[in-house]
């Protein structure tokens, strides 16, 4: 079972950047297709970021794209939500998560209901 632990949130003002991280452990990290979701307050969880086992496919939400950048780094286990030009409408808790790949087929998952582990969330605030 693997583990996520995110960090890298904080308070910045609009336009800045902030990069997040989320450390895995207790699996193999590369047999994982990873992802971002964010959840504001009142709303839905929502699909940010996706990137494959092996980072070679990436997938992005429109509401970020060209922004927001994901990354892994599999000999570190860690991904990465790299966020420039941050807005406030991106003040929300983010969320990784990992999809257990079946096969070796590079696989990149953009739907919550698929994903099967989660970390705890790191606030991200972004303000006018």
């Known amino acids: 079972q693997v583990q996520l632990v995110e960090s890298g949130g904080g308070l910045v003002q609009a336009g800045g950047s902030l990069r997040l991280s989320c450390a895995a452990s207790?699996?193999?990290?590369?047999?994982?297709?990873m992802g971002w979701f964010r959840q504001a307050p009142g709303k839905e969880r929502e699909f940010v970021a996706a990137?494959?086992?092996?980072?070679?496919?990436?997938y992005y939400a429109d509401s970020v794209k060209g922004r927001f950048t994901i990354s892994r780094d599999n000999a570190k286990n860690t991904v990465y939500l790299q966020m420039n030009s941050l807005k406030p409408e991106d003040t929300a808790v983010y969320y990784c998560?990992?999809?257990?790949?079946?096969?070796?087929?590079?696989?990149?998952?953009?739907?919550?209901?698929?994903?099967?582990?989660w970390g705890q969330g790191t606030q991200v605030t972004v303000s006018s």
């Open positions: 990137i494959s086992q092996s980072g070679g496919s990436t």
């Open positions: 207790g699996g193999t990290f590369s047999n994982y297709a």
């Open positions: 998560a990992a999809h257990r790949a079946t096969s070796y087929t590079a696989v990149v998952v953009t739907t919550n209901h698929e994903y099967g582990y």
